[in-house]
């Protein structure tokens, strides 16, 4: 298969692309069936094999009828319908009819990773750096690869470690259940997990350690995040109350502001950050990269873009601290 170029041209249209998916996105009201589109999608990798994974294979008639994936063909018909004749492939990304002629078809591998990463962002949810330049695959995993609901904690690692993924990214992902709501008609179970299932928060860890509450859902899979302690721990850090990290950061920040002006900048930036949203935004990458290995070009667009939103946030910070430290010092002006 011939290797996909990720060039300045190619930069361009997945921005364009990105924009119809979040207008797509924001007028259907779809962001939760299109993370899961993403997430089964990607959600069948297998490390040793190298097999399964990211790269929008769940286009094929013959994956998104495994009945785990029941209910996806809706989210499959959304992209289809785009406007402008721009198509998304599955898991992949823009596919190219009209406007979008630079892609062909094995180069459009993004569809589903890029649509999951506007998804997130577009429900509030964490900025997530998205590669592009997977090809898509037309060659489908057996059925049986995703998670049953059913099960407990020894199932989850199975499945997750067979992806090459980790405890951490096993709770992390499982906070996708902040949005959206099980169908009987599709799975057999009922109900949204939180209060506000089109809000990307923490408040799924936060229902998990409430307990039952009337209405809303908790899956076998979701309690066993309860049951084992080490799954227990990021349930309980994502917990947290994000609004009372982002004070204590401010906090630590302008007090190390005021004493000598020596903080280190990435320090105050780091600290600002939510636990459930760093570690989300990395988890999420690294299943929408599996088997993947981005090309030196794109790397560079993404480091560059990284570069931009690292400077952007600490000028954010630092304008931010001039005008609290401004305030608190005709406060005290005022008070002698
Ligand atoms: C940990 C193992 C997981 C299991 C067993 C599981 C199972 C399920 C089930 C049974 C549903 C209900 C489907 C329906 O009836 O429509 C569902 C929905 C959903 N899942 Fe998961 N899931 C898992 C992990 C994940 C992950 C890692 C993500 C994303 C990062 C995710 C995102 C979603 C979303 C957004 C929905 C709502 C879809 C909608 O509203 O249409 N799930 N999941």
């Known amino acids: 298969m011939a290797k996909v170029i990720v060039d300045s041209e190619y930069l361009k249209e997945i921005d364009k692309a990105r924009r119809e998916l979040r207008a797509l996105i924001s007028n259907k009201n779809c962001a939760p069936i299109m993370l899961r589109l993403a997430w089964h999608d990607a959600g069948t990798y297998d490390v040793n094999t190298k097999t399964g994974g990211p790269n929008g294979s769940i286009r094929n008639e013959e994956e998104y009828t495994h009945g785990a994936n029941s209910g996806l063909k809706i989210a499959l018909d959304f992209c289809g319908n785009l406007p402008n004749a721009l198509k998304v492939s599955l898991a992949g990304c823009c596919i190219m009819q009209g406007k979008y002629k630079t892609f062909t ?43 049953d609901a059913k ?20 709770v992390a992902l499982s906070g996708g259940h902040t949005l959206g709501r099980a169908h009987p008609e599709r799975s ?19 229902e998990l350690l409430k307990g039952e509450s009337e209405g809303l859902l908790k899956l076998p899979t ?33 007090a190390d502001l005021e004493n000598s002006f020596k903080t280190d900048q ?42 931009i939103l690292a400077q952007g946030a600490v000028g954010v910070a630092v304008a931010a601290a001039v005008v609290i430290l401004s305030y608190l010092y005709e406060v005290r002006k005022k008070m002698k």
């Not at 057999?188 to 936060?206: C, I, M, R, V």
Request: proline share 7%; net charge negative.
């Open 266 to 307: 990435t320090e105050a930036v780091t600290l600002d950050e939510d636990a459930f949203y760093k570690d989300y935004a990395e988890s999420h990458k690294k299943l929408s990269e599996l088997g993947f290995t981005p090309t030196p070009t794109g790397a560079k667009a993404i480091v560059k873009d990284g570069t």
């Open 222 to 254: 979701d309690v066993a995040l309860l049951d084992d302690p080490e799954f227990r721990r990021y349930v309980e850090l994502y917990a947290k109350d994000q609004s009372t990290t982002c004070v204590k950061a401010w906090l630590v920040f302008i």
């Open 188 to 206: 057999g179970f009922d109900g949204p997990w939180t209060a506000e299932p089109l809000k990307f928060d923490n408040s799924y860890f936060q």
């Open 105 to 147: 078809w094995p180069s459009i591998l993004h569809g589903a990773a890029c649509q999951s990463v506007v998804a997130v962002e577009v429900t509030g949810g964490p900025a997530i750096n998205f590669t592009p330049g997977r090809k898509d695959s037309k060659i489908s995993p057996r059925e049986g690869r995703l998670p």
């Open 151 to 170: 099960k407990g904690v020894p199932h989850l690692r199975e499945v997750f470690y067979r992806m090459g993924l980790s405890d951490k990214d096993i």
